[in-house]
């Protein structure tokens, strides 16, 4: 009998060891983030906005299409919850297929046509959603049948695709989930990604399970966990012990030559950059004259910011669209630094003396440190900026009541023109508006070329619209653009992403059913 009984406890050895290995030389299936955020912002993909929610919610939601995971570009859009798609000859009616035997997290049942019929209703619910006015075009969506999905719009929209893309607004909700939890769907977020939300610690971490009924196959890792570290040096530390697996990096180039010197590590600057720009007020004294804003302009040394934030993860601004765009300006008549001009504007509009304009700023660190150069650089010309720090959550809440006259504000979108200027610089985005999205400078100089643009069907003039709106935006000064950050994300080498990283609209690298380790 004692015999048996040690056999049977070498057996149990055996197996729980993976026969006979060594446990620590087992595959490892469970992967560690950290994110340079103190917490969660809103884990509704409808209503979350900033990059650490984006990230996140990637691997939980999918959309009718998706840009192939390691790309950023619309050159990659392929199926997603939608297998295939029609459209007609003018782009006002699109017909979705939706792919069969997809299953809502948690057991809430088939993804069906109704399912997306209702996500796009609800993200275009300025009740509901951030992203509403994407959807300003939308004139009825219905469900045909359990897997037809029909939407019509009033006009063509450039780059329709991305707005039901698993970008933003773009992402699929399961209706029966999102109705019974109502506005606690974002505490239990239920998509249909191959991760499913499993807990939430504030100011700690994110847990998410293997979907194993996902469509695309169960995913090899068997949970993630997204720890909100923001403290630069303390994710680092937490890194190189072996705490996480991946890690968002300090955004400046010297994160990247310390981090690349690091054993078994691999480190990417990605696409797309987000254009880091300052948004003036152009109702708000003193930047309601134009020589004012000029001379902020005037006062900002671009190629200086580059130089402080690293040529290898950062590039200067083109336009007040991001570069590489459809219909980006490449050569927009953006102010050249001049010191001497900007203190002259000044005089003239009645500040000999200089003048003092105010900001509320993150405390995210990588945009903080841009802010501080940028008010280091103002004070060589007599503009004093005053900032005000906040926590990231409670800065998005505060610009979006026009509390603050400049808005430093870092994005990128999908890249095409009209998603950028229609966002940013359309007077129907005004904040405070009920078609709000996020412009903060109240400008309308270009509402006519942003609209015409849009429903323009040839697609040189389309251009040539969105040419002359970057022109007029750049000549009032509505907005500053700046500088482009690249997304920068390291990992250990033994962690396989399953594709390679090139980008993602997301901007965090996508953990798919595929990501494993190797070791």
């Not at 239920?190 to 695309?216: C, D, H, M, S």
């Not at 570069?323 to 005089?347: C, H």
Request: one cysteine or more; glycine letters at 8%.
């Amino acid at each position: 009998m004692k015999k048996h009984l040690i056999l049977g406890l070498a057996v149990a050895a055996g197996l729980a060891t993976g026969f006979g290995l060594d446990p620590a030389h087992a595959q490892k299936k469970s992967l560690v983030i950290g994110m340079g955020s103190a917490d969660a912002g809103k884990l509704d993909p409808h209503l979350a906005s900033t990059t650490p929610d984006k990230g996140l919610l990637n691997y939980i939601f999918n959309g009718l299409v998706r840009v192939k995971p390691g790309q950023a570009s619309p050159d990659f859009i392929e199926p997603d919850l939608a297998e295939s798609w029609t459209t007609n000859a003018n782009g006002t009616e699109w017909t979705f297929k939706i792919r069969s035997g997809v299953q809502c997290h948690h057991g809430y049942g088939p993804f069906s046509a109704e399912d997306a019929a209702y996500s796009i209703k609800r993200a275009s619910n300025k009740a509901t959603s951030s992203y509403s006015g994407d959807f300003a075009a939308l004139e009825k969506v219905e469900a045909v049948d359990a897997s037809t999905l029909k939407i019509t719009l009033k006009n063509p929209v450039a780059g329709f695709l991305g707005y039901v893309a698993n970008i933003n607004g773009g992402n699929m909700v399961c209706k029966k989930a999102a109705e019974e939890m109502g506005e606690n769907f974002g505490k239990k977020p239920i998509g249909t990604g191959p991760f499913q939300f499993a807990e939430y610690q504030p100011q700690q971490f994110v847990k998410l399970t293997a979907n194993k009924q996902y469509f695309r196959g169960a995913p090899v890792l068997e949970d993630i966990t997204y720890r909100y570290i923001p403290a630069d040096s303390s994710r680092d530390l937490a890194f190189q012990s072996g705490e996480l697996d991946m890690i968002y990096g300090k955004q400046d180039q010297t994160w990247v030559d310390r981090t690349s010197k690091l054993p078994g590590v691999k480190v990417k600057a990605m696409e797309p950059g987000e254009l880091s720009a300052l948004y003036l007020n152009i109702t708000s004294k003193p930047l309601d004259d134009i020589r004012v804003r000029q001379a902020i302009a005037h006062a900002i040394d671009r190629k200086a910011i580059v130089q402080f934030k690293g040529a290898g993860s950062s590039r200067e601004a083109v336009s007040v669209v991001p570069s590489g765009y459809l219909g980006t300006d490449e050569k927009s008549p953006l102010y050249a630094y001049d010191v001497n001009k900007a203190k002259a504007l000044l005089a003239e509009a009645g500040y000999p003396n200089g003048v003092t304009v105010k900001t509320i700023h993150t405390t995210l660190t990588g945009m903080q440190t841009f802010i501080e150069a940028v008010q280091a650089q103002l004070k060589k010309a007599n503009i004093n900026l005053e900032i005000e720090l906040v926590e990231h959550a409670t800065f998005h809440a505060q610009i979006r009541k026009g509390l603050s006259p400049i808005v430093h504000y870092q994005a990128a979108r999908f890249p095409v023109a009209d998603v950028y200027l229609t966002q940013f610089y359309d007077s129907a985005s005004n904040i405070g508006t009920p078609t709000a999205i996020t412009n903060f400078t109240f400008c309308n100089v270009a509402d006519t070329e942003i609209r015409a643009a849009r429903v323009e069907m040839d697609a040189a003039k389309q251009k040539a619209l969105w040419k002359t709106a970057q022109e007029k935006l750049v000549t009032n000064v509505c907005g500053i653009p700046v500088y482009e950050q690249l997304q920068l994300w390291a990992w250990k080498d033994n962690l396989d992403l399953g594709y390679e990283l090139n980008g993602s609209l997301n901007l965090s690298p996508p953990v798919t059913e595929k990501t494993k380790f190797t070791k």
